[in-house]
């Protein structure tokens, strides 16, 4: 059996044939630039078109796609925020019609489904029955096993984490990214970080002061605090914070035997897992936390690629 998994996201699609073991046997990939509506859906079937013409197309048996969103299971819609003119988007009629093969079952999934589908399949929860994969990135989402079975939810929504209520203390910002997100993700550590510098709150000092402070970058606020710069280690211990407190919440509601750790903030923020498992352990049900092992992602980015096959394969 062969399937074809497809990883879409805000910046890239990914594609690759699978064998029934997982193993990757073609792949393409291209970057979405500025496509929007329809013209992403066009890239989506040219993705699965290359695919066909790599291997034998008669033994592909099954596509599974991941999406950067809702995928609601009831009336077969997208919802994609990062992608212009997909609130509501018809994907699945779209390939169904492009493909033209009842036999070839289309599947589609959100991404935080298709990570933890991808890490118990082939990466870093391989075996696991209750696990918990938390994607911190552009923004923060969470996928769920539980008891062997993926969570989805009343509406497909399980997972948005980004709105975990994890301050008293409400903002403006939390309306449109949540409170979790606001702070913690990566494009939350670069607001929180250009706000401190528009405040000019107590950090002179700061080497950030000399970027521009409207561009500012999860990326170089990561790398400022390499170099001990006082706002970027505020900011960062913050977001420690956040980590370890969402991550205690989750483990005490859902006692899972392992959190693995992705998105493209871990990445730089990998190093600092001892530090959030220690913050985690301040705040969750102290049985549970001293049962669950933290991990980083060893899938390097292809945790969203997995899942999709994987749920071909299903």
């Not at 190093?271 to 969750?284: M, V």
Request: with cysteine.
């Amino acid at each position: 059996m062969l399937s074809i998994g497809i990883d879409l996201g805000g910046t890239k699609i990914t594609g690759a044939v699978f064998d029934s073991e997982g193993n990757i046997l073609h792949k393409t990939a291209h970057l979405v630039e500025h496509r929007q509506g329809n013209e992403v859906g066009q890239l989506v079937t040219q993705a699965i078109d290359e695919l066909f013409q790599v291997s034998e197309k008669e033994k592909i048996e099954a596509i599974g796609i991941c999406v950067p969103g809702i995928s609601d299971s009831k009336t077969q819609l997208i919802w994609a925020p990062n992608i212009a003119g997909w609130e509501s988007y018809p994907l699945q009629k779209e390939i169904e019609e492009h493909i033209h093969n009842p036999n070839i079952p289309v599947v589609i999934e959100s991404d935080r489904t298709c990570y933890i589908l991808g890490e118990t399949w082939k990466g870093t929860a391989k075996g696991s029955k209750n696990a918990v994969f938390i994607s911190v990135g552009t923004g923060i989402g969470v996928g769920i096993l539980l008891d062997g079975h993926i969570l989805h939810g009343h509406a497909d929504i399980v997972g948005a984490a980004g709105w975990l209520a994890l301050d008293t203390q409400y903002e403006d910002d939390y309306v449109q990214y949540g409170c979790f997100e606001s702070k913690a993700s990566g494009n939350g550590i670069a607001r929180c970080a250009r706000h401190l510098l528009e405040e000019h709150r107590l950090f002179e000092e700061s080497l950030l002061y000399a970027r521009d402070i409207e561009t500012i970058t999860a990326h170089e606020v990561f790398d400022a605090y390499e170099q001990n710069d006082p706002l970027a280690v505020y900011v960062i211990d913050e977001a420690v914070k956040m980590w370890g407190m969402a991550a205690a919440n989750i483990v005490s509601l859902l006692n899972p035997e392992r959190i693995v750790w992705g998105g493209g903030v871990f990445g730089p923020a990998a190093k600092l897992l001892d530090r959030i498992y220690a913050e985690a352990c301040r705040w969750a049900q102290p049985i549970a936390i001293k049962q669950v092992v933290f991990e980083k992602s060893h899938l390097c980015g292809d945790a969203g690629l997995y899942g999709a096959g994987r749920l071909a394969i299903f």
